[in-house]
């Protein structure tokens, strides 16, 4: 019989009961805990399966990593990497003049450094620093790339291309996107019917027509509107008009985050006497872009992954230089583009992952209770 023992001495903390922790459990509630569970996992596996083993050996088991076209030649059935290790400079730069490499290397640098800085948490000085990335840096890279001013020779912008222009794309678009979303966001929600109106039909007719015809429209037929005399660069209109498509379904998120924000946020602000700027700045902004910051970076990643799209006007951003490698004679095998694409869906992968990574980073830390 056991006896009933009172103390006063605070009793050290059991494990919890072995069904409850460790890999099993977490089998049996993630993977195991239905039936309806129970079928995908078994069908998730059998896709495992069939596909990455035959992917692990095609793309690294069997791949041929040295050597040149002949030594693909004799391995036809396997990855092809001399092809990316051959054309990495076309890949990166285009067709950019090899003397003056040094200034993509160079931008792209203080790029790296700049996100880095930003990315790492109690740096000093981080908003004197998101000024300098936002404007001081597109000039600084505007200047390193195109040249004409400080002895730098002028390289045209037909003659960029790789990954560098994909960068140049996409890096544009985000930029400006997000501010002229914001304040068409604003704008679709004002009192004055005129402003209104106008942020509504340029909504509406940027998201009602695919990227494509927006591209062929800035280029083929924007200089039949202009001026006799007056032309944009190729790139130039390129630009504009992703930001432009960008900037439309930004402003439809931000709305979202502007509509989430509770009524007494509003009646708060304007209890305290603050200007209209002033408590969207202060207090209605700062909320309704935490909380829609998943869309944000999903609009971002869209954006960075559109810029392929270029490759119909002639501008051969990465995946344009990866298909103008292809078409080398000289490459002429079997695996080739498959090997090409796959590299080209890597760096994609890569870049796209590492925002979403960031966005989830940025949400952890901003978050008040709220998430769910």
């Known amino acids: 019989m056991s006896k009933a023992v009172v103390t006063d001495e605070k009793l050290p903390d059991l494990p919890p009961p072995s069904n409850t922790v460790g890999p099993v459990h977490w089998v049996k509630e993630n993977l195991l805990s239905s039936p309806g569970n129970i079928a995908l996992t078994i069908f998730a596996a059998w896709l495992i399966y069939m596909l990455v083993p035959g992917t692990l050996d095609w793309t690294i088991i069997s791949a041929v990593w040295a050597g040149g076209a002949d030594a693909c030649r004799a391995n036809p059935e396997a990855a092809c990497w001399p092809f990316v290790w051959t054309k990495w400079e076309q890949f990166i730069y285009g067709f950019y003049p090899a003397e003056s490499r040094w200034r993509v290397d160079f931008a792209m640098l203080l790029l790296v450094v700049g996100i880095a800085y930003l990315m790492i948490e109690k740096t000093p000085g981080k908003r004197y620093m998101g000024l300098f990335m936002l404007v001081i840096y597109p000039i600084i890279a505007w200047i390193l790339l195109y040249g004409s001013v400080f002895g730098l020779e002028e ?7 790789g990954f560098s222009l994909t960068l140049v794309i996409a ?11 914001v ?18 039909v340029f909504i509406e007719f940027w998201r009602g027509v695919p990227l494509i015809s927006v591209l062929f429209m800035s280029s083929v037929m924007l200089p039949l509107f202009l001026p006799e005399g007056v032309s944009f660069n190729d790139l130039l209109r390129a630009l504009i008009g992703v930001a432009l498509f960008s900037a439309a379904y930004m402003a439809e998120v931000v709305r979202g985050g502007l509509q989430a924000i509770p009524k007494g946020q509003y009646e708060g602000a304007d209890s ?14 700062p909320q309704a872009l935490k909380i829609v910051i998943p869309g944000i970076v999903n609009t971002f990643i869209g954006l960075f992954k559109d810029t392929t799209l270029v490759l119909i006007i002639g501008l051969l951003d990465l995946l344009g230089t990866v298909q103008a490698g292809i078409a080398d004679p000289n490459w002429s095998i079997k695996s080739v583009p498959y090997t090409g694409y796959a590299f080209t869906a890597l760096v994609f992968f890569i870049c796209c992952y590492g925002m979403s990574l960031y966005s989830r980073k940025i949400e952890e830390k901003l978050h008040t209770g709220h998430k769910r």
């Open 155 to 161: 390289v045209k912008t037909n003659k960029w291309g």
């Open 171 to 181: 890096l544009t678009g985000i930029v400006f996107s997000l501010p002229i979303g």
């Open 183 to 200: 304040v068409l966001a604003l704008g679709r929600r004002s009192n004055m019917p005129a402003i209104r109106s106008i942020c509504v």
């Open 272 to 285: 305290l006497g603050l200007s209209y700027w002033q408590k969207m700045r202060l207090i209605i902004l």
